[in-house]
Nanobody
Framework: QVQLVESGGGLVQPGGSLRLSCAAS????????MGWYRQAPGKQRELVAG???????NYADSVKGRCTISRNNAKSMVYLQMNSLKPEDTAVYYC??????????WGQGTQVTVSS
């Protein structure tokens, strides 16, 4: 049974930081490309950051320079460090594991709210 469990979300003031974590189980983690997506109310889900199985990273323009994605294959974990958070970063953040176009899994999401 595949599980992706996100944690680390919460309420933070503008300019603050959060570190999201995603624990994966039931997959050969090192073989998967991993990603963080987010969905704000009334908007489509969008990619925030991705990291390939070989460690190559990519970021949405809106978070470049403020976010860092990383992975620990030994622990089957992927992280998203978010700094200088803005109110527009408020969304539910989802962890994604993708092996192929037809083999992909989602976590249940963690809420991030940036507000004073």
């Amino acid at each position: 049974q595949v599980q992706l469990v996100e944690s680390g979300g919460g309420l933070v003031q503008p300019g603050g930081s959060l570190r999201l974590s995603c624990a994966a189980s039931g997959i050969t983690f090192s073989a998967y490309n991993m990603g963080w997506y987010r969905q704000a109310p009334g908007k489509q889900r969008e990619l925030v950051a991705g990291i390939t199985s070989s460690g190559r990273t990519n970021y949405a323009d809106s978070v470049k320079g403020r976010c860092t994605i990383s992975r620990n294959n030994a622990k089957s974990m992927v992280y998203l460090q978010m700094n200088s958070l803005k109110p527009e970063d408020t969304a539910v953040y989802y962890c994604n594991a993708k092996l192929t176009s037809s083999v992909a899994y989602w976590g249940q999401g963690t809420q991030v709210t940036v507000s004073s």
